[in-house]
C-alpha cells in the first residue's frame, strides 16, 4: 500500500492548506487513517485520525476546531483541511494507516500503523 501525500506549502499564519493523501490499494475506509505531524527537534505527534465507521474523528487538542479530516470516496482520498494556521503548526505532514480497527485511545501510537507516506511540509510564517 502506498499513500503519497501533497499540498504542503509556505503560508502565511491565519491561512488555510488542504492536504491530500492518495491510497494505492484498496478503500480508504477500510483502513484506520491518520495524520501526524513532526515538527523539527520534536516527536511525532497526532494531528487526526479515524476508523470511519460511527463517524467519529480524533483530533489532536492543538488542532482541535480548526483541523478537519475528510475523505473521497471517488478519489480514493483523505484530505485534512487545516484552517487558521499558526507558526507551531510547521511541521512535515504524515499520512498513515494501518488494517486494525484501532481504538480511539491507540490512535496515537505510531507503531499502530502499517503504511506511512512520504512526509509533505508545511510552514507558517510571517
Known amino acids: 500500500v502506498q499513500l503519497v501525500e501533497s499540498g504542503g506549502g509556505l503560508v502565511q499564519p491565519g491561512a488555510s492548506l488542504r492536504l491530500s493523501c492518495v491510497v494505492s490499494?484498496?478503500?480508504?475506509?477500510?483502513?484506520?487513517m491518520g495524520w501526524f505531524r513532526q515538527a523539527p527537534g520534536k516527536e511525532r505527534e497526532i494531528v487526526a485520525a479515524t476508523r470511519w465507521t460511527g463517524g467519529n474523528i480524533y483530533y489532536g487538542t492543538s488542532v482541535k476546531g480548526r483541523f478537519i479530516m475528510t475523505g473521497d470516496n471517488a478519489k480514493n482520498t483523505v484530505y485534512l483541511q487545516m484552517n487558521s494556521l499558526k507558526p507551531e503548526d510547521t511541521a512535515v505532514y504524515y499520512c498513515?494507516?494501518?488494517?486494525?480497527?484501532?481504538?480511539?485511545?491507540?490512535?496515537?501510537?505510531?507503531?499502530?500503523?502499517?503504511?506511512w507516506g512520504q512526509g509533505t511540509q508545511v510552514t507558517v510564517t510571517s
Open positions: 498513515a494507516a494501518t488494517h486494525r480497527r484501532l481504538i480511539t485511545s491507540s490512535y496515537s501510537l505510531r507503531d499502530q500503523y502499517d503504511y
Open positions: 490499494e484498496g478503500t480508504f475506509r477500510s483502513y484506520t
